[in-house]
């Protein structure tokens, strides 16, 4: 079973941090393994998910696009329909009990467009914790209402102006101030990314996604789905779809990168397609760096997949070929995302519609493969509602008036 | 040439060494270079030169400022190189001080190599802990290196006693917990974290980081640590004084220490 002791998932994973950070990453490695062999913590965490979060999320039959594309059976994991809008909120519910039961006080958390940001202070709101959230300044200017959310929920918002003053520059600030106050402090990390136990902790968080997908998809078809697509950036809602799957060797994992304006532009996210081995935020896995190691800034029109870099598992599972990861550029990604809204009627988050994206792009050649209509499940990891803005000038909305399509 | 060399003349004058950061690149790749030779000239005993890095996250914002500016300005790993080997003459050892991916991007062997050719003594790596480290003790094995990994108030006895076992040269004690910066107050964790780790070190000396920015500061570290770290106050110096500046400060670090 993987990760190993010391966090490793082959050569990827471990933990690449200042020393004293490790006696924290010790701690909270011995409170995750006792708490979920703990039926009390267990429980808890279940019933909040069941109680609180709104899961088990339904996986909906989507006829209507699946009629639409035609050849195939698409089932989707309807993760949007949680609390906060994503599956984000079964890591964050996991960490704070964690930290409540750790007896610490304070969650700090990074965010990108905020969506990890209002997760945490949601959490926090709910268990009683104070939290702090970094995020880059120019995220929170792009990101104003988040920031209004999480104000709102009673999180304090410290805006990062150091390096890029994006994602990975709110990461290395989360860790300065975590080993400053690490002592009643607990880092309420975001992806199935960063040191161990980060990586193992967070994707056992979420790994309900695909516990509940199997047996939910056996009980409506009868059978396991042919492959399961989720959307890849530091990769959690990924990992907790893919996991209760890896097993099932008959079910293809795939996981969509985010492609950007194209991996031969190198303007993009796609850090195991477009990127090379390396270690940033203390785990090795695939980055994207230039010659000397240096980051590279990431970019794509999905503020959630826009990360330099990929949790080690998912690293791993590319080397054994395991899961397949492929990019799915921005137009691609809207392309979906106007698709899944006309059809279905649901607005997906910009990062599933990458999942979306990549499913329908993959699909033909897998039913000549199988000989088969496939059953595929996607995860449609959150809901579209905090992607407006971005949408509404993509497709023009804002100026003309008019309608897509 | 290696580390104890600047230990033992240390303590054969009956004082703790002054050890000296400033980043390669800051202000500019030549300037970086004047700067470490005005630093040496002034009375460091050990230099630590600096490899910027886009994701710092043990440096607090007068490093981060530097660094970023050093990157900015285009400086390579080629050139953090090229600064040891530019100041490596001028009588004390010099190490480079580098977050890890850039070594490992680089080859990790392959700057051993070129550490060593360019003079270089070592190598302090504060995100890579000895656990993770397995490529670079052969390494500095194979290329006489030495390796100096961070110990902290945090660190448990049992981490001590294995982190001073693979350290090769000193062993860098980070005394407060948190981002490097300068401190108006030395720690008082930091005479019983000396302690702890001088009882698993044996001879090794003692390095002490912790925000010292004056020579009175410097006083009160070197009376229980080998060695005195001073980065950041070195960095601000430069950045706001220039040359004039660094020495003053220098030389002011280098009397708290002298008996």
């Known amino acids: 079973m993987l990760p190993d002791d010391r966090g490793h998932f082959g050569p990827y994973g471990g933990r690449f941090v200042p020393e004293a950070l490790i006696a924290a990453l010790d701690e909270l490695d011995a409170h995750y393994r006792k708490a979920m062999a703990d039926p ?34 698409i089932l989707l994991k309807r993760e ?28 700090i958390a990074e965010t990108g467009a905020g969506q990890h940001g209002v997760a945490s202070a ?34 304090t918002v410290i805006p990062v102006t150091t390096g890029s003053r994006t994602l990975k520059d709110a990461i290395n600030e989360a860790l300065r101030d975590w080993v400053t106050n690490v002592d009643d402090t607990h880092y309420l990390l975001g992806t199935a990314a960063g040191p161990h136990p980060f990586p193992a902790m967070v994707r056992d968080f ?23 697509a989720a959307c890849v950036g530091g990769g959690s809602n990924a990992i907790g779809m893919f996991h209760a799957f890896v097993p099932d060797a ?77 990019p799915v550029t921005d137009a691609e990604a809207m392309d979906a995302f106007a698709l899944l809204c006309r059809t279905e009627g649901i607005i997906p988050a910009i990062e599933s519609a990458h999942a979306l994206a990549g499913a329908l792009r993959v699909l033909p050649a897998l039913r000549e493969e199988l000989g088969h209509e496939p059953t595929v499940i996607v995860n449609l990891s959150g809901r579209g509602d905090k992607d407006m803005h971005t949408a509404g000038e993509y497709f023009g909305l804002f100026d003309s008036g008019e309608v897509i399509g | 040439m290696t580390v104890s060399v600047a230990f033992e003349k240390a303590r054969a004058e009956g004082r703790a060494a002054l050890v000296g950061y400033l980043p390669a690149g800051f202000p500019s790749v030549a300037e970086g270079i004047a700067a470490v ?68 991007k680089y080859g990790v062997d392959a700057f051993a190599r070129d550490l060593a050719a360019a003079g270089g003594a070592g190598l302090i790596t504060p995100d890579l802990i000895p656990d993770e480290a397995e490529e670079w003790l052969a390494a500095s094995d194979a290329h006489k290196l030495d390796r100096v990994f961070l110990v902290s108030p945090s660190s448990t006895d049992e981490r001590i006693a294995m982190t001073v076992a693979h350290c090769r040269g000193f062993v860098y004690a980070t005394a407060v917990m948190g981002v490097t910066g300068a401190r108006d107050s030395t720690s008082s964790a930091a005479p019983t974290l000396v302690a702890r ?25 070197g009376a229980y640590a080998d060695g005195v770290i001073v980065g950041s106050a070195l960095v601000s110096a430069l950045a706001d004084g220039g040359l004039p500046a660094l020495r003053t400060l220098t030389q002011d670090l280098r009397s708290g220490l002298t008996p």
């Open chain 1, 122 to 155: 949601t959490a926090a709101a709910y268990l009683d914790l104070e939290c702090v959230v970094y995020m880059g300044e120019v995220d929170t200017k792009r990101q104003a209402l988040n920031v209004a959310r999480m104000k709102m929920l009673g999180a």
């Open chain 1, 250 to 326: 008959d079910v293809r994992l795939y996981g969509f990168e985010a492609g950007g304006d194209g991996i031969d532009t190198g303007r993009h996210a796609a850090s195991i397609t477009g990127g090379s081995h390396g270690v940033l935020h203390g785990s090795r896995s695939y980055l994207l760096q230039d010659e000397d190691g240096q980051t590279i800034e990431s970019h794509s029109i999905s503020a959630g997949l826009d990360y330099p870099s990929v949790g080690p598992e998912h690293a791993w599972l590319h080397d054994q070929g395991r899961a397949r990861y492929q």
């Open chain 1, 40 to 73: 009390e913590f267990t429980g808890e965490f279940e019933r909040m998910l069941r109680e609180y979060a709104g899961t088990p999320s339904l996986l909906y039959d989507a006829t209507h696009l699946s009629a639409h594309i035609g050849g195939a059976r």
């Open chain 2, 197 to 221: 780790v001088k009882a698993a070190a044996g001879n090794l000396p003692v390095g002490v980081g912790l925000g010292v920015r004056s020579g009175a500061q410097a006083a009160e570290v």
């Open chain 2, 37 to 104: 030779k005005a630093m040496i000239e002034s009375g460091v005993d050990l230099v630590e030169i600096g490899l910027p890095y886009s994701d710092p996250v043990m440096d607090g914002p007068v490093i981060q400022r530097a660094t970023e500016q050093a990157l900015a300005g285009g400086v390579r790993t080629r050139d953090v190189l090229h600064t040891v080997e530019a100041v490596a003459g001028a009588g004390v050892p010099v190490l480079i001080m580098s977050y890890w991916n850039p070594v490992e």
């Open chain 1, 80 to 107: 949007d329909l949680n609390h906060t809008g994503a599956h984000k909120v079964r890591n964050v519910l996991g960490q704070a009990l964690l930290t409540k039961r750790m007896g610490k006080g304070r969650v």
């Open chain 1, 206 to 228: 979420v790994r309900g996604i695909g516990v509940e997908a199997r047996a939910q998809c056996l009980a409506l078809t009868g059978a396991l789905p042919d492959a399961v």
